[in-house]
C-alpha cells in the first residue's frame, strides 16, 4: 500500500479576507521575474484584468504598495515589485519553508509510529 | 487597522484521497464522546448514513478498523473508537497541535517583522 502523506495550506487574513496565499505569492513573483503584470498573467492563465484585480486587492487587504508600474517607453509599460513586495513575498517563503519543514516533523513524530503499528497489524 | 493573521488548513493523504482530516478526526470525537455514530452524526448535522460512509470511506483509505459498533441490548446499538481508531485520534490531535505551534512561531519570525515596517511605513 502506498503511503500516508501529511498535506496542508497556508494562508494569511485580515478581517476575514485573504491576504497573502500561495496563489498570491506566485503571482507577485512572476510580476519580478518577468517585469510585466501581462507576462506574470499569461503564466498563470488569468486574464490581465483579472490578476491587476487580486493584486489591488492584496494592496488594499495588506495596506501596503506591492507593485509599481512605469508606463511608456518602446517596449511598452513595465511593472515590477515595490521594495516592500520584494520583502513580502521573501518573508511569505521562509513562512511557508518553515511551516513545511515543520509538518513534515510533526508527522514523523506523531503520525508515522501509529501508522507503522497499524502495518504491523495488518 | 486589524492584525494579519496565518490560517492553515491540515489533512492527510493516500493515493490523492483524504485519508483524515480537520473534519473527520471531530466525526471520530463525537463517536467516542457519545458512543453512538448516530448521536455523533446529529452533532454534526450530517444523517447517519453520511457519517457511516465517511467512516467506512477512511477505514479503507488507512487499511485499518477504527470504530467497532455493537448491536443490540435494551438502549439499542453503540459505536466506539477500536483501540487504533483512539490512537490515531490522539495522534493526529498532536500532529496539528505541534504544527499550529509552528505556524504561529513562523509568522512571528518571519512576517510579523516585514508587516511592523509597513504599518511604520504608512
Redesign the interface.
Known sequence: ???????????????GRI??SDYRVRLLELVAERGSLAAAAEAMGLSYRRAWGKIKELESN???RLVASEVGGAGGGHTRLTP?GE??VA??R??QQ??ET??G???A???E???G???A??
Open positions: 500500500m502506498s503511503a500516508v502523506l501529511p498535506r496542508h495550506k497556508l494562508w494569511l487574513e485580515r478581517d491576504a497573502l495588506l495596506g501596503v516592500l520583502a513580502f518573508a511569505y521562509r513562512f518553515r511551516v515543520a509538518v516533523e510533526a508527522f513524530a506523531e503520525l509510529p501509529v501508522l503499528a497499524c502495518l497489524d495488518a
